[in-house]
């Protein structure tokens, strides 16, 4: 028994070795910084008469108690579901920005049923609430693919041709 449990930390080190070279500095920061703008999106996306907020305090405090209550899941959801994800497109070769967005929906709606349903159970309003994870998904994933795999292009000007 001694033998396995040594066995399997020496190919967990390994594999966390490896993971550390696997990804890039850019892609770590998109791994860390993408679901931070989710909040402010899904707060954008409530219908007028929901938003009602009195001034500029009432819309920063909202902001902040969603950040505050969404983030852990969110970053749960980023690594229990969206890495995995992304690898998978990496090895298929696909990571596009498209391919992000679309499994950033796909992430963000299984969210609810995996991380959120466990823990405090889903609101009454269960359709709307998988579809805004679902445009939080979304747009964790092209903030991912603008952080990280996002590169400028060089136009003929910048490169001293005209």
């Excluded at 500095?25 to 409530?46: D, H, K, N």
Aim: proline share 6%; glycine share 10%.
């Amino acid at each position: 028994m001694a033998f396995s449990a040594k066995l399997l930390l020496e190919e967990s080190i390994v594999l966390h070795e490896s993971a550390k070279e696997a990804f890039s500095t850019r892609e770590w920061l998109g791994f860390i910084l993408s679901p931070i703008p989710g909040p402010a999106v899904l707060l954008g996306s409530l219908p007028m008469k929901m938003r009602s907020f009195g001034d500029l305090w009432d819309l920063l405090g909202v902001l902040a108690f969603l950040w505050v209550f969404i983030l852990p899941f969110a970053y749960a959801a980023g690594v229990c579901l969206g890495l995995p994800v992304y690898l998978l497109l990496r090895k298929l070769r696909i990571v596009r920005w498209w391919t992000l967005f679309l499994g950033g929906i796909a992430v963000g709606m299984a969210t609810p049923f995996v991380l959120v349903l466990p823990v405090v159970g889903l609101p009454s309003q269960t359709q709307e609430f998988v579809l805004a994870c679902g445009l939080y998904g979304s747009s964790s994933g092209v903030v991912f693919w603008a952080i990280s795999l996002c590169r400028p292009r060089r136009h003929s000007f910048q490169q001293g041709r005209l």
